[in-house]
C-alpha cells in the first residue's frame, strides 16, 4: 500500500542518515581526545541556534532554523566533510554536495524529499534571514571548539588571522553582539602563536 511505501522510505532515510555519525570533520572536541563527527557537530549547532537565537538581531524563525541545521550536512554522507581552508576541495565541493543531495534526500516519499531539499538549498544559498542565522551558528560552533581545545585545526593546519576573520564573517553581520569576543579570541590565539600573525 502507498502508506507502507511511505513508511518505508522514512525508515529507509533514517537508517542512511545514521552514517553521518561515522564522518569525521577537522574538528576536534574540547578536550582534544579525537575529532568530532559530522553528527555532531549538527546536534552541537541546533543547541547554539537555541542559546545564541537572543543575540541575532533581526526576526528569524527559530523552528525553521533549526531544521535546517538538521539537514544540512547530511549530504556529507556521500561526499565527505569538506575542510573550509582546503581550497582545491572547495571547488568541487558544490558539484559533489548536489549529487549527494539528489541520492540522499530522494530516499524520502516526494513531499518530505522536496521539503528536505527546499531545506538545504536554502542553507547553501544563505539569502534568507534564517539560512543567515543558520551559517552564523555553523561558524561559531566550530569557533568555540578550536578555541577551548589549544587551536584545534587552525593550530594543526597553520592557518593565519585573515583566514579566520573571513572564515568568521557570517557572525559579524548576524550576530554583531558576538563578533567583539570573536575578535577578542582570535588576537589572543594569535598572540600565543596557535594561529599565524602573518597573512
Not at 574538528?27 to 555532531?40: C, G, Y
Request: hydrophobic residues 45%.
Amino acid at each position: 500500500t502507498i502508506k507502507t511505501d511511505r513508511l518505508a522510505r522514512q525508515i529507509a532515510f533514517l537508517v542512511e542518515a545514521d552514517k553521518l555519525k561515522s564522518i569525521l570533520r577537522r574538528t576536534p572536541l574540547v578536550d582534544e581526545s579525537r575529532l568530532e563527527n559530522s553528527a555532531e557537530h549538527s546536534w552541537h549547532l541546533v543547541l547554539t541556534a537555541v542559546l545564541m537565537r537572543e543575540h541575532v538581531p533581526f526576526a528569524f524563525d527559530l523552528p525553521h532554523v533549526l531544521e535546517m541545521l538538521t539537514v544540512h550536512d547530511l549530504v556529507e554522507i556521500d561526499a565527505g566533510d569538506t575542510f573550509a581552508y582546503d581550497v582545491a576541495g572547495q571547488m568541487t565541493k558544490a558539484a559533489r554536495e548536489e549529487a549527494a543531495a539528489d541520492r540522499i534526500f530522494g530516499l524520502l516519499p516526494a513531499d518530505q524529499s522536496e521539503r528536505m531539499r527546499a531545506l538545504w538549498d536554502e542553507f547553501e544559498a544563505a539569502a534568507t534571514p534564517e539560512a543567515r542565522g543558520a551559517h552564523a551558528m555553523d561558524r561559531l560552533q566550530p569557533f568555540l571548539q578550536n578555541s577551548h581545545a589549544n587551536g584545534g585545526s587552525w593550530r594543526e593546519h597553520k592557518l593565519t588571522r585573515s583566514q579566520v576573520v573571513t572564515r568568521m564573517a557570517p557572525i559579524e553581520s548576524t550576530l554583531p553582539d558576538v563578533w567583539p569576543l570573536i575578535v577578542d579570541v582570535i588576537d589572543a590565539c594569535c598572540a600565543s602563536g596557535l594561529i599565524r600573525t602573518e597573512s
